[in-house]
């Protein structure tokens, strides 16, 4: 069974906003690490942001201040706000599980430590 749908993408001009969610399964959402990673076409996996079970936050530096990770414990969604868009943020955006002692070393990974993907959802900037 599915446990991760991601919703949201789509065409946005450089300098635009778009709204990602991701539909979690009730389990993943209580224990996991949840975060968003991306992969641009050519380009490896990385992690854009990630939220712990406490509501701790972390971010790729490159979208520190534009991009913002929550959680919607009445929907047991995730969401990735994205604001002032880049040409190189347009990739293809996956929500992630991750385990939560693993949390802290997810900024800067490729996605070894991601127990479940999502199947994507398509951002294109222009």
């Known amino acids: 069974h599915v446990q991760l749908v991601e919703s949201g993408g789509g065409s946005v001009q450089a300098g635009g906003s778009l709204s990602l969610s991701c539909a979690v399964s009730v389990h993943t959402y209580m224990t996991s690490c949840m975060g968003w990673f991306r992969q641009a076409p050519g380009k490896g996996r990385e992690v854009v942001a990630a939220?712990?079970?406490?509501?701790?936050?972390r971010y790729l530096e490159s979208v520190k201040g534009r991009f913002t990770i929550s959680k919607d414990n009445t929907k047991n969604s995730l969401l990735l706000q994205m604001n002032n868009l880049t040409i190189e943020g347009s990739a293809l955006y996956y929500c992630?599980?991750?385990?939560?002692?693993?949390?802290?070393?997810?900024?800067?990974?490729?996605?070894?430590?991601?127990?479940?993907w999502g199947q994507g959802t398509q951002v294109t900037v222009s």
């Open positions: 939220i712990d079970t406490n509501g701790r936050e």
């Open positions: 992630t599980a991750t385990p939560p002692r693993f949390c802290h070393l997810t900024i800067g990974s490729r996605g070894g430590y991601v127990e479940v």
